[in-house]
């Protein structure tokens, strides 16, 4: 009986599998919906610290961020789902631009990758046609109470990284995460995190993060990484330590670029992510404190990342930029 069982499990597991192929995603893991008490522990520490600055979301319910079962009850399980969107960089700074994080340079991965999992679970329904999907799955593209990277690193896709990344053997950590938590019972990967590299003595991110946000392995300071200040942070910079962003107009890659384990990344193979898609890898600094009308900063970059902070950040962070460099060649 046990093995029949575990049979269906089984085939039930690569079918999803390649139905998340079919659907276009690079990477899919399955685990248990069970909690994972390190991850916990370890966000609930995070908090005590106050690393999440003001993100307020993060502090909303770290149970419920850390238990997939009280998003969806009697879930079983959790499928990881991950998009490259690796492309390298192009071009050298120029004194009036700022640079945009590689995952922001094309369209918005999050309705990119809405799409592909709807998609999937499109597929998945018409197998489980007597099931009402609504009611079975549950799904979050980044913005969900959920330990993506955890759930991510047990699913077998790769190992957690000083950085904090999710770092995979196919494509480094240049992958962007999505989840679906469901009631059925699937035969979860193996982790594989015992079997491949790990960081080792390595700590060149630690090292290069111009602010020192890396404040222990696999520990961010929210309050001092330039793409917290660039992204999340609402208001003024009232910090010294906030005022130098090293050119990061949007986002940051530096504790990512220095990792060896994306060095010979793949170019992505999804055109939604590439510069062409959106406002590209640099912009122009004069331009964006010139916008005065929310018309003006979206016809410039609706539909991309570019939005999260709203016309005041990112001129906040292109005024910054710009008054960084001048005090620079003075
Ligand atoms: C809040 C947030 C941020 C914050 C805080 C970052 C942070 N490190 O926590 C800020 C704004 C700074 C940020 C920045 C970025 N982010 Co962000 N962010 C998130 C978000 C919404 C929540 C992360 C979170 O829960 N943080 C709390 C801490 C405590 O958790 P954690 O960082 O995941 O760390 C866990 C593991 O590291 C684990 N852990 C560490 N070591 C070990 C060892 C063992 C044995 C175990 C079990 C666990 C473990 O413990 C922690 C708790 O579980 C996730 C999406 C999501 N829902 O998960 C995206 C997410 C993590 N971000 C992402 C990205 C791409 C970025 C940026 C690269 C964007 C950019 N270019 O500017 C930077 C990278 C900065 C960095 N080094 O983290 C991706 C990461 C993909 C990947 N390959 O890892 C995610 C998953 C979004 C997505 N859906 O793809 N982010």
């Known amino acids: ?6 049979t269906v499990q089984e085939l039930d597991s690569q079918r999803i599998k ?10 899919c893991g399955i685990t248990s919906a069970e909690v994972i008490p390190e991850a916990r522990n370890r966000l609930l520490k ?3 610290r106050s690393l999440e600055g003001e993100m307020d979301y993060m502090r909303k319910d770290p149970e419920r961020r850390s238990d997939p079962s009280l998003s969806l009850p009697g879930a079983m399980s959790v499928i990881v789902l991950a998009l490259n969107y690796f492309q390298p960089d192009t071009e050298v700074a120029k004194p009036e631009s700022g640079l ?11 309705k990119v990758t809405e799409k592909k999992i709807e998609a999937l679970l499109r597929m998945i329904s018409e197998d489980y046609s007597d099931l009402d999907t609504r009611d079975m799955f549950k799904w979050f593209v980044d913005y969900g109470p959920a330990l993506e990277r955890s759930y991510a690193a047990r699913a077998g896709m790769g190992y957690l990284g000083k950085n904090s990344m999710l770092i995979t053997p196919e494509f480094g950590s240049w992958v962007l995460l999505s989840m679906i938590i469901t009631k059925l ?3 979860p990967d193996k982790n594989r995190e015992s079997e491949q590299a790990t960081c080792g003595v390595c700590q060149r991110c630690i090292t290069n993060c111009p602010t020192h946000a890396i404040i222990a392995p696999g520990v961010i300071d929210s309050n001092k990484c330039i793409s917290y200040l660039t992204i999340e942070k609402r208001g003024p910079f009232v910090l010294e330590t906030q005022s130098n962003l090293h050119s990061r107009v949007f986002g940051c890659d530096i504790c990512q670029d220095v990792c060896p384990h994306n060095y010979d990344s793949i170019r992505t193979a999804h055109e939604e992510f590439t510069d062409s898609s959106g406002v ?12 005065e009308s929310r018309k003006e900063f979206l016809d410039w970059c609706a539909g991309t990342p570019l939005t999260r902070p709203k016309l005041e ?3 906040r962070n292109a005024a910054t930029i710009l008054s960084e ?3 620079n060649t003075l």
């Open 100 to 110: 945009v994080a590689k995952y922001a340079r094309g369209k918005d991965y999050h």
């Open 1 to 6: 009986m046990t093995s029949m069982a575990n």
């Open 313 to 315: 950040g990112i001129k």
């Open 18 to 27: 390649s139905y998340a192929k079919k659907a276009g995603f690079d990477l």
């Open 46 to 48: 995070w908090l005590e």
């Open 185 to 187: 019972e699937l035969e």
């Open 280 to 291: 590209g890898e640099f912009v122009d600094l004069k331009t964006i404190v010139r916008m």
């Open 325 to 327: 460099n001048s005090e």
